[in-house]
């Protein structure tokens, strides 16, 4: 599968078409370098939080929420005011730079509890921000038949890229520094910085790139009016609903699986191997059923069926770590919460949005995946830091979560049934005239 993918990207490198194709085989390898980077990172984060104590996993989250809250608006400043070109390089050059005082602190002072707490929050923000920024920098890059062409390909430079991560940290992990993994982030992320400079330099587009202001609304304002619609739409409020009751999930297994990792794994090489590991798995799943199940698994059984699958797989799951709280467990738990999210979940929220208007593509999505997302993180993972301090084993927090993991399936497959309905009440042919209008 790896050859038949680097093989494509060779027939499509050495093809003339004025050089659009040059610029998709440089946006999958710089989508493959951010998403590396971060996965030979993301096993680093994991035991500074683990560093920190299982207990404290709460204020991490909160602490990454407010963190974003107060980034996002600063964000929207900065792409108001600067052109595409620079705000690319700026910000690319300043999580690079961020990673070098990383492994400055890391090898002189060691991995202390702020700087655990730093790093994790880091982390967390640095993977949003890199993404994000990358998917608008490619709608920009490419116009919008070029983008139905070729986004899924770039989309496989990503995945690949989170699969090649936790092989290299896996590999790294026996080191007694964290060093090499830091290392191996910057050169990653450098690569892709490389890829930035010469997609901007092969672009039809590059005097676009090159003014200096953007007449762009702040994201700030942008999320308000996002909660606005979302108030008035009972559609996005069941998508809302949806979306808390996927973070809940997600929250409490990784909870429950930082107790476990901290109780059973006693060595921070160990734990380390252990969170690759676990990346390795789901990337790899996740890959293989992007490239070759989740169209014909929609196709199949319906877009309800597919939201109400995983959550209903967790509640099942769930019963079992409730009986029986093992590492073990929990492991093959995250694996398929994660894997199946990738491979079903995440393609079926998007299809969602598919039938509401162009503004509540934009700024409800947005709302949603950002402050909604992290803010039920937070809320979450405090009300299981609550249950531990009252005296709750993981066996009897895993039992209260058996119910939001059924209604999650439930709201899963109502929601599959209202977008069939908009389907049929709205042509798609109209939706799409419509938001080309709005536009």
């Known amino acids: 599968m790896k050859h038949s993918i680097v093989s494509k990207f060779l027939e499509l490198w050495h093809h003339p078409k004025r050089g659009e194709y040059k610029l998709v085989v440089l946006s999958s390898s710089f989508f493959f370098c951010l ?25 991490l989250f909160t602490g990454t929420f407010l963190t974003m809250v107060c980034l996002v608006p600063i964000f929207g400043f900065l ?26 602190f890391f090898e002189t002072h060691g991995p202390s509890r702020v700087l655990a707490i730093i790093f994790f929050i880091w982390l967390s923000v640095f993977n949003l921000f890199i993404v994000s920024l990358f998917w608008s920098f490619m709608a920009d890059v490419f116009h919008s038949m070029a983008a139905k062409k070729f986004f899924g390909i770039i989309a496989a430079g990503g995945s690949l890229g989170a699969l090649t991560g936790p092989a290299i940290a896996r590999g790294l992990s026996g080191w007694a520094s964290f060093a090499p993994l830091l290392l191996a982030g910057c050169f990653f992320l450098g690569v892709g910085l490389c890829c930035v400079l010469w997609i901007l330099k092969l672009s039809p587009r590059k005097n676009h790139f090159k003014q200096e202001k953007q007449n762009f609304k702040g994201s700030a304002s942008a999320i308000f009016e996002g909660v606005q619609q979302i108030t008035k739409s009972s559609y996005l409020m069941g998508i809302v609903g949806f979306i808390l009751l996927y973070t809940s999930i997600s929250t409490i ?7 476990l990792v901290e109780q ?8 380390i191997r252990y969170f690759s590991n676990i990346d390795l798995t789901v990337n790899g799943i996740a890959i293989f059923g992007q490239f070759f199940l989740t169209a014909r698994i929609i196709k199949r059984i319906g877009l309800s069926f597919v939201l109400a699958s995983i959550p209903f797989v967790m509640g099942l799951g769930l019963v079992f770590l409730g009986f029986h709280p093992a590492l073990g467990i929990v492991a093959v738990l995250m694996v398929l919460h994660r894997a199946g999210n990738f491979t079903l979940l995440r393609p079926g929220r998007e299809i969602l949005f598919t039938v509401t208007s162009t503004s509540e593509k934009y700024k409800s999505k947005n709302c949603i995946d950002t402050a909604v997302y992290r803010g039920g993180d937070a809320l979450v993972g405090w009300a299981f830091s609550g249950l531990v301090a009252l005296g709750w084993g993981l066996g009897a927090i895993a039992f209260l979560a058996i119910p939001l993991a059924f209604l999650w399936s439930f709201l899963g497959f109502k929601l599959g049934n209202q977008h ?20």
């Open 35 to 59: 998403l590396c980077a971060y996965f030979i990172l993301r096993p680093l984060r994991d035991e500074m939080g683990i560093e920190n104590g299982a207990v404290n996993m709460q204020w």
């Open 253 to 259: 297994l990784y909870f429950e699986q930082a107790h």
């Open 420 to 439: 069939l309905e908009k389907e049929n009440i709205v042509p798609l042919k109209q939706i799409h005239y419509e938001n080309k209008i709005q536009s």
């Open 79 to 104: 792409v108001s005011k600067n052109s595409i070109k620079n705000l690319m390089i700026y910000v690319y050059t300043f999580f690079l730079a961020n990673l070098l005082v990383f492994y400055y």
């Open 264 to 271: 059973t794994l006693l060595e921070s090489t160990e734990r």
